[in-house]
């Protein structure tokens, strides 16, 4: 094994394949960086720094999360699309980065299409409707929607990314109705807002299920076909008469383009590996997420299918990328 080693660290270009090949079996041999664009401390971080706790412990080299939130998961993914790829450098993102940016993001700052290897979905979940319930006074997703219907205009929902606005968006899409849309930088700066009344209403994820069980929110519906096993008292909008909202969420892994193959191969593995464990398993309860990994080469198909999804609904939407 030294050996091998030490003629991978002189390794000539001449050299075959072969030889690539078996440098590539110590894989991974130092620290490996997880390249995150999640808030330190929220839901996602928490599962993403689960995953990295177990990938220490399956290879035995140190595994670090270094978060990079902001540019709506753009800063993230370009230092990992520009990292050097050796298989060292790995983004775990939400779907965001690669569905919706490319539709509402004139510049971005990485390449979603040429600049990753797609590895695996990894989680996913649906998104949460939560409501003031002292501003929004009704009881399910169907009587929040008269009250839209009744009032066009008058109802604002607040949003970080196009993530958390794109079921607004089919809301109005379907339904026929009119709200208003408040940008904001982060969730946590949104969620204030949100319980003073600022706003009425968001979507986002399972995280904020405590400030129903508070009584400072409500919530009013999931979108998804099936009620979540977090929640199963809250019906689905397909329950109350509104199709066309199963918009969720998902986080996957990539690594950058030219990685070699079989580096590809092995942080796969460890990936599935790694997320069947139960510290993994529970940090996905937080986030109010499923397991949901894919075999290798699956992803990137996965994705193209969900952009030209979201690309309908942001240009049925009149969004124009800025």
């Known amino acids: 094994m030294k050996t091998v080693k030490a003629l991978c660290k002189a390794l000539p270009l001449v050299f075959s394949l072969s030889v690539v090949g078996a440098c590539a079996t110590g894989f991974p041999e130092k620290t490996i960086s997880i390249v995150a664009p999640f808030t330190a401390g929220s839901a996602p971080d928490v599962y993403t720094r689960a995953l990295a706790n177990e990938l220490a412990r399956l290879t ?8 990079r939130p902001g540019g709506s998961s753009g800063i993230a993914a370009q230092r990992v699309g520009s990292a050097k790829p050796d298989g060292y450098s790995l983004l775990i993102s939400g779907n965001v980065a690669f569905t919706g940016n490319p539709h509402v993001i004139k510049h971005l700052p990485y390449d979603p299409l040429n600049g990753f290897v797609p590895l695996t979905t990894l989680t996913k979940g649906p998104m949460y409707l939560y409501v003031n319930p002292d501003k929004v006074k009704v009881s399910t997703a169907r009587e929040f929607l008269q009250q839209l219907k009744s009032h066009p205009g008058r109802f604002t929902f607040g949003y970080t990314s196009i993530t958390s606005r794109l079921p607004a968006e089919v809301l109005q899409q379907v339904a026929g109705v009119k709200v208003v849309g408040a940008a904001y930088r982060s969730g946590a700066s949104m ?65 950058p383009a030219r990685t070699p193959r079989p580096a590809v191969e092995k942080m796969h593995a460890l990936l599935v590996q790694a997320n069947k464990t139960p510290a993994v398993q529970a940090s996905m309860k937080a986030l109010g997420t499923v397991e949901f990994t894919q075999p290798l080469g699956q992803l990137e198909a996965y994705q193209a299918k969900e952009r030209d999804l979201w690309g309908k609904i942001i240009k049925a939407a009149g969004i124009q990328p800025e």
Do not use: C, H
């Not at 035995?60 to 978060?67: A, E, K």
């Not at 929640?231 to 998902?250: H, K, R, S, V």
């Open 60 to 67: 035995g080299v140190p595994v670090i999360v270094d978060n």
């Open 191 to 255: 969620m204030p807002d949100l319980m003073s009344g600022a706003i009425d209403f968001m979507f986002t994820d399972f995280s904020a299920w405590s400030y129903v069980s508070s009584g400072r929110l409500k919530s009013l519906g999931v979108t998804d076909v099936a009620r979540s096993p977090f929640a199963p008292a809250l019906a689905t909008f397909q329950e109350n008469g509104i199709e066309g909202m199963d918009i969720g969420f998902w986080l996957a892994a990539y690594l």
